[in-house]
């Protein structure tokens, strides 16, 4: 940039290097970048994500001289917070240095997502919101300080590591719901046990409120990831069964496997790096996958999925036990009719790949309209919407997610499936509740309590006096989230029907284990 074109400014220079101060006292670190720079006015043009309104030229740093007083000096915070940050090939690393910014309007303009299918789903600045204002510092804090002591050591700092780090330091999400999304997401949990689906009409008498009240609580609620609607796809009727598979200790390779393969759904990931992993596997595959065995790894059909909303987290901790015996006893056998929810089948009418962009993007963004439709190059698509829902592909409803409704706790608990209900019917009485029931090499309920901080170790306690031998596992998950999943379009076989999944490959990269068996 011509000289001409700049306007020295010497406050700007030393504004940066008094927030360098800031922050070392912030971290308690010094820069591990070069910090001997001028920062200056000028034109800015072609700046670039994440570092918009700024251009870098080493020793120069040039600000766009057209930014509002309060974006040049949020500008001011996070380039100097990128100083403290390692230099890795993902831009996700400097929404730290945004967040630690303070400017949402700067922010908002750069936008980021990753994926990592064993990992829920990262959205920037979306997934920093979500975090308690008042323990921001603190993990800016803590990520910042152990990204800088793997560089220290000359460690890989990898985009899921950095993940994997900021969900350990921020807990799971905090969002904040006013009372009347809170009765709506209560509604919509009990819509779901007792009548299948969600619909806002349901919403509005089980709530007590106007139904333009619970639309806009509806959409808030989306907005926040707290649930996921008005549209989603019903899995079995696409052919495809989930099998949830135990992991312990996996290797690199195979958690890279599977965060890139196209049948990861979801994965509870414990404190002790055994990881629960939701695969969707087409119904032609299945006779395999119920055969297999393994040394550290486990698979089993699911046949049942129930989610419990607890009404009052604030609960007592010494009613914890009280209450969950009370909850356990009371319930009733399982019937087995739940089993046949779950029961895989080819569509009932003919699919094509634009089908299936279509599906993906209902699965995406919860809705499409027929314009998009149109433009995947779909004839008379309100013909074609309608033939997804009639076929059950396409269900209506909002499902809650689990976001926002406490710390997660994965358990798995040995026992029949007549006593599904009566694991259900113990935690549902002490805490929001995701569970599990799958048959095969790993039988019994696996599933993620949503807990209230404070009762943590009560319920804990509580579930080990209660089914005693048959609890095998009980830690605070690392990772608990909203599936990552894409609807693999590619892999569609239009003659068959079905999805075509790569058993080869999946059985290369579990060999040693499979092989052990």
Known sequence: MPLNEIEKNEELTEKFLREIQNIRFLLGESPIRNIDKKVVLGRVEGSSCPRIGVIDEGDLIIVDKNLSTDEIDAIMKREAFINFLPEVDFPQIYDLACFYSGHLGLWSKCPSRARLRTLPIYRSPEDFLS?????????????????????????????????????????????????????????????????????????????????????????????????????????????????????????DEEIRFLDEFPFTYSAFITSSDTYYVNLLIPHQIEPIFKNLRGLGIRFGKRVALSFDMMQDPLISPELVLERMIDGYYSAKETPEEMKELTSPRKPLIPLDRKDLLALKEIDERGRVSRDQLRGMGLPNPAERFSKYRKAGIVVKGYFPTGLGMGEGIVFRIDVPFKDFLRIEGAFSRVCSVILSFTEGDLSGVTGVALVNGEIIGPLMRAAKILFRERLELMEPAIAAGPSSWQVPVDLWNEEKQEFEFDIRSFMEVFSDRIKGS
Do not use: C, Q
């Open 131 to 251: 975090i308690n204002p008042k323990n921001a510092l603190d993990v800016i804090r803590s990520v910042t300080k152990s990204l800088i002591s793997l560089w220290r050591e000359g460690r890989r700092i990898t985009l899921r590591k950095f993940l994997e780090l900021l969900m350990a330091a921020r807990g799971y999400p905090y969002i904040h719901m006013s009372k009347k999304e809170k009765r709506v997401l209560s509604s919509i949990v009990y819509a779901l046990a007792h009548e299948g689906e969600a619909k806002i009409e349901r919403l509005s008498i089980k709530s007590g409120l106007s139904l333009a009240t619970v639309s806009r609580a509806v959409r808030e609620l989306v907005n926040k990831g707290v649930i996921v609607g008005p549209y989603v796809l019903y899995l079995s009727r696409l052919g495809l069964s989930t099998y949830l598979m135990e992991l312990r200790n996996p290797k």
